[in-house]
Each structure stands twice: as structure tokens, then as C-alpha cells.
């Protein structure tokens, strides 16, 4: 009898011991799809037909520091052929017509930090296939860039609205906060800055069709004019199988090099806001994905 209650209890122990182990051992995560969107002002500085571009003559133009990033559409597409749309699609961003018309919902936008995560996905919801192109409609961007004003070289903090068309309640450039309430078109920008101790805040509208937009497909898959759906092809294809085990993190790095570009009325090189010169863009000047 007592060598039967030592074996069972040895086996209470057992089983205790094994279901604790079980506890401690999550099941595996499932791969994901992860998507970074990251900023390179050295990134070469393409046209809407992705060729080299130069500054206009009568333009002077810089490179912001970006701190803030969204996009409104992320789409993979296998080949040149593919149509807008006809790939695919893994984010669309919510719309809204409060202001009228159909627009980006700027309220429910993810803004993040270049590399951070801005979106992820299960692996086995992404359709399987060869993907040579990505496709990213952007919608914002938030970054410092250099102004003059009264003699003053400073720097200043500039929000920027790429998007086809973008209802804002209200958006912050840094740390003051601008009411709208109203849908803005391509190109609507809010500028904030401080001189001498006063906050100084100011807005404006780029030209219609003036914002870049880099598509080296324009001959066999173009876009519709006035988006910001910025076309690139993987150095590499992105294979998925279906059968990956594995996270697979796919990097979008984007061109800002003198991306924020204005009319230089006194050829000086320098943007002078209280002047009046006329920004005309703030497109982001290619698209370079990567993937591992």
C-alpha cells in the first residue's frame, strides 16, 4: 500500500511539473507581414516620371528633417502591367465626406517616427506570388526645415498634406494647434515657428498638379492625377509562399533630397515665409523598398 501511494504521487507530480512547462511555453507567434517606412534626404531626387530632376531655375528648394509620417494605401503589385488597385492591396486608410467630398480621415490617420512600425499583417491573409513593385500613397509629413526672416537664419517646424484630399478637424505642426474643419486639397501645408520669443503660425496652399509624385510606370501603369502614389521596384522580388515561418519586414525608404521646394523671388537660396514666397512642393521624390 505505501509503495502504491509513493507512485501515485510521484505521478500528481509528473503530470503538475509537465502542465506548468506548458504554461511556460507560449505557442509560437504566428510570421507576420511588417511594414517600416523610413527617410533618406540622400536618396536620389526623381521627377513624376521617376527620372533625375533639378531644380527649376527661379526655384531653390531643401531637404527637411522628417519627424513624422503617414500614409493613406500600401500596395504590391508583380509586375509593370499591374493596374492601380489590381494587386495587392494590405492598408487603405478610413475616408470620410464630412467635408463634402470623398477625403482621407486625417482624425483616424496612424502618424508614426520614420522606422517605426506602421503596419503589420498575419503572413497567411498576404496572397501568396512574386512582387516586383510597391506602391504608397502617402498622406503627411511633419519635419523641421531652415527659413529666414528680419536677417534671422532659424529653423522652423512644417506640416505638409500630400494626400488626394484630406478632411482635418484640427492637426498640431508642433506645438500649436490649427483648426480647419474643412477638407484640404493636395498641397495644403501649416508652417510654426517662434521669433524673438512670439509664436508665428501660417498656411498656404501649393498649386494644383505641383506636388511630385515619382511613378516610373507612368507609361504602362499610371495614376490618377493629384494623388501622392509614390512607385517603386524591388532591387529583388518579394517571394511569400505561404509556408514562411518567420516574420518577412519590409522597409519603404523615401527620397526627401530638397524635397520642400518654393519660388525664390530674391535668388537668395533661402525661404523667406513673411516675404510671401510661394512653396510650390513638398512631394516625397522616390520610393526604394527593401525587404528581409
Not at 26 to 31: G, S, V
Not at 65 to 74: D, F, M, Q, T
Not at 143 to 162: E, H, I, K, N
Not at 214 to 236: E, K, M
Request: hydrophobic content about 40%; aromatic content about 10%.
Amino acid at each position: 500500500m505505501k509503495i502504491r501511494f509513493i507512485l501515485f504521487v510521484t505521478m500528481i507530480t509528473m503530470i503538475t511539473a509537465s502542465c506548468d512547462r506548458c504554461k511556460d511555453d507560449p505557442a509560437p507567434a504566428e510570421p507576420k507581414l511588417i511594414i517600416k517606412i523610413t527617410i533618406d534626404p540622400s536618396q536620389e531626387r526623381l521627377n513624376n516620371l521617376g527620372q533625375p530632376s533639378v531644380i527649376p531655375a527661379g526655384h531653390a528648394a531643401q531637404s527637411p528633417v522628417c519627424k513624422k509620417i503617414s500614409a493613406h494605401y500600401l500596395e504590391f503589385t508583380p509586375d509593370m502591367y499591374t493596374a492601380l488597385g489590381a494587386g495587392e492591396v494590405v492598408y487603405h486608410a478610413p475616408e470620410t465626406t464630412a467635408g463634402g467630398a470623398n477625403a482621407i480621415d486625417f482624425s483616424k490617420a496612424k502618424v508614426v517616427a520614420p522606422g517605426e512600425v506602421f503596419f503589420e499583417m498575419p503572413l497567411k491573409d498576404f496572397s501568396p506570388g512574386t512582387y516586383e513593385w510597391v506602391r504608397a500613397s502617402l498622406l503627411y509629413q511633419n519635419g523641421d526645415v531652415q527659413f529666414t526672416t528680419s536677417g534671422l537664419d532659424l529653423v522652423g517646424r512644417l506640416a505638409c498634406f500630400v494626400g488626394f484630399n484630406t478632411y482635418i478637424s484640427n492637426y498640431t505642426i508642433n506645438t500649436q494647434s490649427v483648426t480647419v474643419n474643412d477638407d484640404q486639397l493636395q498641397g495644403y501645408w501649416g508652417f510654426e515657428t517662434t521669433v524673438l520669443g512670439i509664436p508665428y503660425v501660417t498656411s498656404g496652399q501649393a498649386p494644383a498638379g505641383a506636388v511630385t509624385v515619382p511613378n516610373p510606370l507612368f507609361a504602362t501603369s499610371p495614376i490618377p492625377q493629384g494623388s501622392c502614389v509614390v512607385t517603386g521596384s524591388f532591387a529583388q522580388p518579394l517571394v511569400i509562399t505561404g509556408n514562411e515561418t518567420q516574420d518577412v519586414v519590409v522597409t519603404l525608404s523615401l527620397s526627401t533630397n530638397q524635397s520642400f521646394e518654393w519660388v525664390d523671388s530674391n535668388a537668395n537660396g533661402k525661404w523667406e515665409p513673411q516675404s510671401n514666397e510661394q512653396v510650390v512642393d513638398m512631394g516625397f521624390r522616390g520610393l526604394i523598398p527593401y525587404w528581409e
